[in-house]
T-cell receptor, first 115, second 114 residues
Framework: GAVVSQHPSRVICKSGTSVKIECRSL??????MFWYRQFPKQSLMLMAT?????????EQGVEKDKFLINHASLTLSTLTVTSAHPEDSSFYIC???????????FGSGTRLTVV | GENVEQHPSTLSVQEGDSAVIKCTYSDSASNYFPWYKQELGKGPQLIIDIRSNVGEKKDQRIAVTLNKTAKHFSLHITETQPEDSAVYFC?????????????FGTGTRLTIIP
């Protein structure tokens, strides 16, 4: 089945620094990938839709200059949290849909802790 | 936009008993309804899904039912086992292979009591 690989699984960074999270579709090409944020004991909230070769579409309230998304190839999307602050600490999850199937496959998530 | 409500938020059942989680959606155009299981510290895993042209789907101990008229769908887990303990999310989407977006329910924490 479709596999989405996400790295790193955990990252700790200092306030003011930037962190990059990678999301790869391993056995299919994904023209669209999705980035979610999940706070403890809460549901997944869509942050942005990443489109290969074009600009990402951000959900209302998500700062596009803070959460930079790049989808440079059909198998890789990256999320960069710029000038991170403690309130950016969260669980970030990517997702992609194999065009041959209806289901959406999720990555294993990245636990970001900003100290 | 789409709004998905999920109940209950927590559910404890004795091992071997059945568990039922219910969701309602608001947009009648939604046509794809997946269910995800999320274990602690991991991403969601698809466990079963149903399309709007089907009323029920079953995969071993897991089944999903859909009532399009009432705009609700349910997850049924029979013969529950300790490894079924996790958080379960329902979702709905208007899947037209174009501008689509998955809307999640609020989640149900299922605990199986040995």
């Amino acid at each position: 089945g479709a596999v989405v690989s996400q790295h790193p699984s955990r990252v700790i960074c200092k306030s003011g620094t930037s962190v990059k999270i990678e999301c790869r579709s391993l056995d299919f090409q994904a023209t669209t990938m999705f980035w979610y944020r999940q706070f403890p004991k809460q549901s997944l909230m869509l942050m942005a839709t990443s489109n290969e070769g074009s600009k990402a579409t951000y959900e209302q309230g998500v700062e596009k200059d803070k959460f930079l998304i790049n989808h440079a190839s059909l198998t890789l999307s990256t999320l960069t949290v710029t000038s991170a602050h403690p309130e950016d600490s969260s669980f970030y999850i990517c997702s992609a849909r194999d065009p041959g199937h209806y289901g959406y496959t999720f990555g294993s998530g990245t636990r970001l802790t900003v100290v | 936009g789409e709004n998905v409500e999920q109940h209950p938020s927590t559910l404890s059942v004795q091992e071997g008993d059945s568990a039922v989680i219910k969701c309602t959606y608001s947009d009648s155009a939604s046509n794809y309804f997946p269910w995800y299981k999320q274990e602690l510290g991991k991403g969601p895993q698809l466990i079963i899904d149903i399309r709007s042209n089907v009323g029920e789907k079953k995969d071993q101990r897991i089944a999903v039912t859909l009532n399009k008229t009432a705009k609700h769908f349910s997850l049924h887990i029979t013969e529950t086992q300790p490894e079924d303990s996790a958080v379960y999310f329902c979702a709905a989407i208007i899947s037209n292979f174009g501008n689509e977006k998955l809307t999640f329910g609020t989640g149900t924490r299922l605990t199986i009591i040995p």
